[in-house]
């Protein structure tokens, strides 16, 4: 039986404090109507929103390594071009998506202590590779994530320049990140 566990001791304001302020960056007002004229901004809050779920999974639950296989599926289905245009141009469609990006985070952050490092290593590699590849695409333009093919998409193919670097930028600053933390967990800095 797949099951989770609960923290309760580690439900904190430090624990939450995070997660919530990116939670609160992603979902406001001003964010979600810029969202649907500025595909860079639209991108970047995917991120915001997996890894405030990510935190969020990662301090307060544990679970089974099979939940990681939710939090993958939910990024890969909302960066496939149809959906991605959908979210980015349907209100109720954008509801549903940041909410499954933010607990397929939360499913990912949970089963992570439940992975050998082996298979950690794998995944996050495959990460890189896959944003890099999608970066790439949009750096080049390609017209499916534009309104070039879905008409009803309120970004351009001018917009993916602009898009594909602050992936680039944002998948940088999480490489080093988890470079610097293994490096220190490894010579105890």
């Given at each position: ?23 609160v ?25 997996f ?5 969020l999974g ?16 939910s ?54 590779a ?8 949009l750096?080049?333009?390609?017209p ?5 093919v879905?008409p009803?998409s ?36």
């Amino acid at each position: 039986m797949i099951s989770i566990k609960v923290f309760k001791d580690r439900l904190n304001v430090k624990s939450i404090a995070i997660p919530l302020a990116l939670l609160v960056i992603a979902i406001n007002p001003f964010t979600e109507l810029e969202e649907f004229s500025n595909e860079w901004l639209y991108m970047a809050m995917h991120y915001v929103l997996f890894i405030a779920g990510f935190i969020l999974g990662y301090k307060i639950f544990k679970g089974s390594g099979l939940f990681i296989l939710l939090g993958i599926a939910s990024a890969v289905f909302w960066h496939t071009p149809l959906f991605f245009n959908l979210g980015g141009a349907v209100l109720w469609i954008r509801i549903i998506e940041d909410s499954s990006l933010f607990f397929g985070g939360m499913f990912a952050g949970l089963s992570i202590s439940s992975l050998n490092n082996a298979v950690k290593v794998l995944l996050f590699v495959l990460w890189m590779a896959g944003d890099s590849v999608l970066s790439v695409i949009l750096i080049v333009g390609w017209p499916p994530y534009s309104n070039e093919v879905y008409p009803f998409s309120p970004f351009s193919e001018g917009q993916e320049l602009l898009t594909g670097l602050v992936m680039f930028g944002i998948m940088t600053v999480i490489f080093i990140y988890i470079i610097v933390k293994l490096v220190r967990g490894i010579f105890n800095i």
